[in-house]
C-alpha cells in the first residue's frame, strides 16, 4: 500500500475491537499504520493508513487548527505520486484536498489548507506523539462520529455555508481593492444564476475576487488608475454565464465565469486600461 510510505508505519492492527457497520465507508478496512504531525503553533493532525492497500483509504484527524475540522477524525481517499500523497475528504458536499504529503528530499512536509481553502500551514512528524498513538482508537473515533448526526450534517452538501464562504472572501478582497484605490466600491455575487451543482464545482470566493485584484493592482501603480476608478466603477457583480466575459456597464463591472473558465489576469488589466 504505497500510502503506507506517507504516513510511516508504526503500529500493527490484527483487527477491529468493535465490529463496523456493512454500510460504513471504513466497512472492509482496518487501521494498520499511523503518524502525527504538528507544529509550534500547536496544530496537529494525525493520518491512520488502512487497509487493504488498493481501498486507497485513510483517517484523517483534525486538532488545533483552529478550524471547524478541529476534533474531527475524516475518511480520506488518497491520491499518490513519487513525491506527495493528497488526501482527499468529504466536508459540507465538497470534495476537497485538506491535507497533503510532500516529500521534500529528505523530509516530509505536511501541507494543511482550511476549509475553502483560505489559509496554508506546514507541519512535520511529532516522532513522540507518534510513538504513543493507539491506532484503534483514532478507528473508534470515526465509527462513532458515523453515527452522529450533527457529524453527518456536516458531510452533507450546505449552499448556505459556501456562499458565506465565498462572500466573506470578496468583503476582504473589496477592502483590500478599496484602500489600495481610495474608492468605494462595493461587490455582489447574482446567486439566483448559479446552481447548486456549480457551486460545489467552482470556488467562487476566489473565481470572483479576479476583477477585484486586477483593479488594486492598476491603483497602485498609477494614480490616473485610482481617479478612473473612483470616477467609473461602483459594484462589481460576479455571474455565472455560458462564457467567461468581462463587461462594464453604468459603472459596474459584470465579470462572468463558467466552469473551469474565468477571464486570465492580464486580460482583465488590459481591459479596465482600455474602457475606464
Not at 471504513?26 to 492497500?53: F, R
Not at 477524525?73 to 476537497?96: C, F, I, M, N, P
Not at 529528505?106 to 498513538?133: M, Q, R, W
Request: proline share 3%; hydrophobic share 35%; net charge neutral.
Amino acid at each position: 500500500m504505497r500510502v503506507l510510505l506517507a504516513v510511516g508505519v508504526v503500529a500493527l492492527s490484527l483487527g477491529c475491537s468493535r465490529g463496523v457497520r456493512p454500510d460504513s465507508a471504513v466497512a472492509g478496512t482496518k487501521p494498520v499504520t499511523g503518524k502525527v504531525y504538528s507544529n509550534e503553533a500547536g496544530e496537529q493532525i494525525t493520518l491512520i493508513g488502512l487497509e487493504p492497500g488498493d481501498a486507497h483509504k485513510a483517517l484523517v484527524a483534525f486538532e488545533g487548527t483552529k478550524s471547524e475540522l478541529d476534533g474531527q477524525v475524516l475518511v480520506a481517499w488518497t491520491d499518490q505520486d513519487s513525491r506527495k500523497t493528497e488526501y482527499w475528504t468529504q466536508w459540507r458536499g465538497h470534495k476537497q484536498r485538506f491535507v497533503a504529503v510532500h516529500d521534500r528530499g529528505g523530509y516530509e512536509d505536511l501541507v494543511f489548507s482550511n476549509v475553502n481553502h483560505t489559509g496554508y500551514t506546514h507541519l512535520k512528524p511529532d516522532t513522540g506523539k507518534t510513538g504513543a498513538l493507539k491506532v484503534e482508537k483514532i478507528f473508534e473515533r470515526y465509527q462513532d462520529a458515523e453515527g452522529d448526526k450533527k457529524y453527518q450534517a456536516l458531510l452533507a452538501f450546505d449552499r448556505k455555508f459556501w456562499t458565506n464562504q465565498a462572500e466573506t472572501q470578496l468583503k476582504e478582497a473589496v477592502a483590500e481593492t478599496n484602500k489600495a484605490c481610495g474608492s468605494k466600491l462595493t461587490s455582489a455575487v447574482a446567486w439566483d444564476s448559479i446552481t447548486d451543482a456549480q457551486i460545489n464545482e467552482i470556488s467562487f470566493g476566489s473565481y470572483c475576487k479576479g476583477p477585484l485584484e486586477s483593479l488594486q493592482k492598476l491603483c497602485e501603480r498609477s494614480d490616473e488608475a485610482k481617479r478612473a476608478i473612483q470616477a467609473k466603477v461602483q459594484t462589481v457583480e460576479c455571474r455565472v454565464d455560458p462564457k467567461a466575459a468581462l463587461k462594464l456597464e453604468a459603472q459596474k463591472v459584470i465579470w462572468s465565469v463558467t466552469s473551469g473558465e474565468t477571464v486570465q489576469p492580464d486580460q482583465a488589466t488590459t481591459f479596465f486600461t482600455d474602457n475606464l
